[in-house]
C-alpha cells in the first residue's frame, strides 16, 4: 500500500507544479504599478516569512509527519495564489506573500522527505536519485506546459493564469489525502531540544554544511534568472506569448535533464559533480552579463538546475537521519531566505539602477566564490558509510 505513495507522488507533483502563474506574476504586479525594486523588496518580505518559518516547519514536519505537512502545505498555496490574484495594493500582495511563503516552505521541506522516507520503508532507498529524478521531470514537464499555457491566457488576462493555478493546487491537496504516511521516528524532545540536537548533528557532518549551501545557491541562482528572465526579454522586445514558450523550453530542458542525473554521476563521481555544478551556472551568467547567447544561456540554466537537484536531494538525505530529516533540511530553506534577504533587492535596485546584465554579471561573481568554496572543501564530502536510519 505505501508503495502507491510513488505514483501518488508524481501525479501530485504534476498538479502541484502547475505553476501558470510563473511566466507572468512579476508582469502582473508590474501592470500594477510596481517598479522592479519595489517587487524585489515585496519578494524581500516573502523570504523574512521564510526565514522566520522555515526551521518551524521543519520540525512540524518531523513531528506531526510529511503527509500532514503536504496537504497543509498544498492547501495555504491554493489559497495564497487565490489571495494574490485579488490583490490590489502593498498590503494584500504582502498578505498572500505570507500564506505563499507558509505554503511552499512546509511542501517544499517534506516533498523529498516523504519521497525518501517512502523509499526507505519497500527498501529502496537506493533508487531515491532516479526516482526523485522522475519526480523532477514529472514537476518540470508540468511547469513546462503551464508556462506555454500561462503566456497565452495571460493574453487574455494577467490574472487569469494566477486563478486556474489556485483551482489546481487545490486539486493537489485532495490527492495529498490519499498519501500513506511513511513510519517515521517522531522525537519526544521539545521543540528547542529538537532544534538543538538536529543543529549539532550537522555540526557534526562537515559534508552537511557544504550541501546545505550548495543547495541553497543552486536555488538562489535559478531562482534570480527565473526573476530576471521576464523584464529581460521583455526588454528584448518579445512578446507575452514568446516568453510563455520560452518558459516551456526552460522548463522541459530541466525535465529532461533530471532523470539523466544520475547516469552521468555513476561516471563522474560526487566529488567532481559538486564542482561542475558551480562551473555550469557561471559559464550561463556570464554569457548572460554579456547579452550573447541568451535564449541558449537560459536554456543551459535550466538543465544545470535539473541536473543539480535530483543529485544534491540524494548526497543530503542520506546523509540525515529520519528523525531529524525534516530539521535539516528546512536549514536550507532558512538559509536561502537569509541570503535572499539581502541579494534580491540588491540584485532589483542594481536592475534598475544599471542594467540586467550588471545583475547576471555579480551573480557570475557569486558563482567563482561557490566554486572556490568547494573546491577547498570538497575532501569532506566522502561517501556515506551507510544509509541514517
Not at 224 to 234: D, S, T
Not at 323 to 348: D, H, M, N, Y
Not at 361 to 387: D, Q
Amino acid at each position: 500500500m505505501i508503495a502507491g505513495n510513488i505514483r501518488k507522488y508524481f501525479i501530485f507533483s504534476f498538479i502541484y507544479n502547475m505553476y501558470l502563474w510563473l511566466p507572468v506574476w512579476v508582469l502582473f504586479l508590474l501592470e500594477k504599478g510596481f517598479s522592479l525594486t519595489q517587487i524585489t523588496l515585496l519578494d524581500t518580505f516573502y523570504f523574512i516569512t521564510i526565514f522566520a518559518i522555515g526551521v518551524p516547519t521543519g520540525i512540524f514536519s518531523d513531528k506531526i509527519g510529511r503527509k500532514k505537512a503536504l496537504s497543509l502545505g498544498s492547501f495555504l498555496t491554493a489559497l495564497a495564489l487565490f489571495l494574490f490574484a485579488e490583490s490590489d495594493g502593498v498590503a494584500s500582495v504582502m498578505c498572500s506573500f505570507f500564506v505563499w511563503a507558509c505554503g511552499l516552505t512546509l511542501s517544499g521541506v517534506s516533498g523529498t522527505a516523504f519521497l525518501f522516507d517512502t523509499l526507505k520503508m519497500i527498501g529502496r532507498e537506493g533508487e531515491f536519485k532516479k526516482i526523485n529524478g522522475q519526480s523532477l521531470f514529472f514537476a518540470n514537464v508540468s511547469m513546462a506546459i503551464s508556462s506555454l499555457l500561462g503566456g497565452f491566457m495571460a493574453g487574455i488576462s494577467l490574472k487569469l493564469p494566477i486563478l486556474v493555478a489556485a483551482g489546481l493546487c487545490l486539486i493537489s491537496f485532495l490527492i495529498t489525502l490519499s498519501f500513506t504516511e511513511p513510519l517515521s521516528f517522531p522525537t519526544k524532545e521539545s521543540y528547542m531540544g529538537h532544534l538543538k540536537e538536529s543543529v549539532n548533528f550537522t555540526r557534526s557532518v562537515p559534508s552537511l554544511m557544504i550541501l546545505v549551501v550548495l543547495g541553497m545557491c543552486v536555488s538562489l541562482f535559478t531562482y534570480m534568472a527565473l526573476l530576471f528572465a521576464q523584464p529581460y526579454l521583455i526588454r528584448l522586445g518579445k512578446s507575452l506569448a514568446f516568453i510563455g514558450i520560452m518558459y516551456f523550453f526552460f522548463n522541459l530542458a530541466t525535465a529532461l535533464s533530471a532523470p539523466l542525473a544520475h547516469v552521468v554521476e555513476r561516471k563522474v563521481g560526487e566529488r567532481k559533480i559538486v564542482l561542475i555544478i558551480p562551473a555550469s551556472f557561471l559559464l550561463c551568467f556570464l554569457f548572460l552579463s554579456v547579452g550573447r547567447l541568451v535564449i541558449p544561456a537560459f536554456i543551459a540554466l535550466n538543465v544545470a538546475s535539473g541536473f543539480s537537484q535530483p543529485l544534491l536531494n540524494d548526497y543530503l538525505n542520506r546523509r540525515i537521519p529520519t528523525e531529524k530529516r525534516g530539521t535539516v533540511i528546512s536549514f536550507q530553506t532558512a538559509l536561502l531566505a537569509a541570503v535572499q534577504l539581502f541579494f534580491e533587492p540588491a540584485l532589483g535596485y542594481t536592475s534598475d539602477r544599471f542594467t540586467l546584465k550588471t545583475s547576471f554579471f555579480i551573480l557570475s561573481c557569486a558563482c567563482v566564490i561557490l566554486f572556490l568554496f568547494t573546491l577547498s572543501n570538497r575532501s569532506s564530502l566522502k561517501h556515506p558509510s551507510g544509509e541514517h536510519k
